[in-house]
């Protein structure tokens, strides 16, 4: 006799399935992007069937959207936050900063992602999850120190771009730049709180007025 299973343990393993397969897939389009992966290779790594995946995402465009959308998710989130729109601008832009260096060092596929999302679809899906809103409220921070005489005078997104280059090019370029200290794990906790600390002091006090 063949046990139903309850709609919460319905929910659950639906869940559960679901998270896997993105773990899968983000794997998966770190190494090829969007054009690269195989839906092939992220059923394999996951065990379930090609029509699983699209069952629950639709399509590939779908599951790549999805995978963006949990990738950005913290830092989306993190960019609505009204309380940015008030207080010491000096203080809320190292604030803004500092979050978005600890969850940048979690997630070790993202910079590849991004890099595939630019070469390959120019943007686009980069546009769709809404990560220019992240752009968006460190640009605000930023006007309201030029105005408040915090900062020195810049173009507020080209600032932006050039702050979030400066913290996300360690991740970046790890494989690279692990060369420079051949001795250590530069994803550490340690070695990630020195990048932090200098990728900080070089941004403020170039900002400072």
């Given at each position: 006799m063949k046990v139903k299973l309850k709609p919460a343990t319905q929910s659950r393993d639906a869940e559960a399935t679901r998270a896997k397969i993105l773990d899968a897939a983000e794997e998966e389009f770190a190494q090829g992007g969007l054009s690269g992966a195989r839906t092939e290779a992220i059923a394999q790594r996951t065990g379930v069937?090609?029509?699983m995946i699209y069952y629950y995402f639709d399509s590939k465009e779908g599951l790549y959207e999805a995978v963006l959308e949990r990738c950005f998710r913290g830092h989306i989130e993190a960019a609505i936050?009204?309380?940015?729109?008030?207080?010491?601008?000096a203080s809320k832009l190292e604030s803004f900063i500092r979050q978005f260096l600890a969850r940048a060092a979690h997630n070790p596929n993202l910079p590849a992602i991004v890099a595939y999302e630019a070469m390959q679809n120019e943007g686009k899906y980069y546009k769709q999850v809404?990560?220019?809103?992240f752009y968006e409220t460190m640009a605000k921070i930023l006007e309201r120190g030029m105005s408040a005489g915090v900062f020195r005078q810049v173009d507020a997104y080209h600032a932006a771009v050039t702050i979030v280059g400066a913290c996300v090019f360690y991740f970046c370029s790890r494989q690279n730049v692990k060369h420079l200290w051949a001795d250590r794990d530069i994803m550490s906790p340690e070695?990630?709180?020195a990048h932090m600390d200098e990728a900080l002091k070089l941004i403020m006090?170039?900002?400072?007025?």
């Open positions: 069937t090609k029509a936050d009204p309380s940015w729109e008030e207080g010491d601008p809404g990560v220019i809103t070695m990630v709180q006090r170039g900002l400072m007025a």
